[in-house]
C-alpha cells in the first residue's frame, strides 16, 4: 500500500505530518504502527489530504500522544488484526477514539472481528489508500455529529477542558488533564497517586506531594470551595464527586 520510513516518534517531540489542504482545522490522526517501515509515507499522503498526521510505534508513545495532543481519529497500522487489538487494549483511552485497522489481505472474519472488539472499520492493506481516507473522513463525520449523551459535566479531550453543568469551560494544564482523565476512567472509584501520576508526574521526584497540590489548584479552578467536586478519601486518595463523561 505505501513505502517508506519515519523515525520513531518520541514523546517529548512527537513527529507531525501536516497537511496543506483545509478539512475542518487539519483532523489530527494518531498512526500505530510497530515496524514503521511504512509509516512515513502514509503519514505524509494523509498530510496531502487534510490531516495533521502523528505516529507512534510503541504504545506508551501513543498513550503520551492521546494524553497531551487532541487526537481525533486512531489508526492501527499493518502489525496483524489480533496485534493490532491487542495494542488497541494496551493504549488507556484509544477506545475512546474512533479506530480504523489496517490489515493484510483481511476477509469477512476479520472485519466481524475488529468490529466486535471496537474498531469502527476495518481497511485492507492493499486497498488505494484513497479508500482509506474516504472512511476516515466517513467516520470523523459522524463523531463530530454525535451530541454528548449526558447532563453532568464533560471532559473534552480534544480541547483540553472541562464543561460544567451549567456549561462553564475550564481549560485545563496537563497535569490537570492527566488527573481528570483518570477520575473518568476510574468510573466513581477511588483514584490513588499511581494511578494519577501518569507521563507528567512520573518525572516529578515527590508524585504525592505533587498531585496534591495540583487538586488544590484543581479545586481552586472549579470553585470546589466544600471539596464536593474532588473528595479527599483518607489514607487511599481521592474520588470525584460530580458524573464526568469523556467525549
Known sequence: MFDGHI?????????????????????VVLIVD?????????????????????????????????????VELVILGQIGLERGMELARLIPNVSDRPTIVVAQQPDEIDRILALERGADDLV????????????MR???????????????????????????????TVQLTNSEFE???????????????????????????NPKASLRTAINRLRQKLDDRNAEIIRTISGRGYMLGIDLVQV
Open 179 to 205: 488527573i481528570m482523565y483518570a477520575f473518568s476512567e476510574a468510573r466513581a472509584g477511588v483514584v490513588t497517586v499511581e494511578d494519577a501520576r501518569g507521563s507528567f508526574f512520573a518525572e516529578l521526584s
Open 138 to 168: 466517513a467516520i470523523l463525520r459522524r463523531a463530530r455529529k454525535q451530541p454528548p449523551a449526558t447532563s453532568g459535566w464533560l471532559l473534552d479531550a480534544r480541547r483540553r477542558v472541562i464543561v460544567t453543568s451549567d456549561n462553564r
Open 34 to 70: 510497530e515496524t514503521l517501515d511504512v509509516a512515513n509515507a502514509l503519514s505524509e499522503f494523509l498530510g496531502r489530504n487534510g490531516f495533521d498526521v502523528l505516529a507512534a510505534d510503541r504504545h506508551d508513545q501513543a498513550r503520551h500522544i492521546l494524553l497531551t495532543q487532541p
Open 7 to 27: 523515525s520513531t516518534a518520541q514523546p517529548e517531540a512527537p513527529r507531525r505530518h501536516v497537511s496543506a489542504v483545509d478539512m475542518n482545522d487539519y483532523p
Open 124 to 135: 485492507a492493506a492493499e486497498a488505494n489508500p484513497r479508500v482509506l481516507v474516504a472512511r
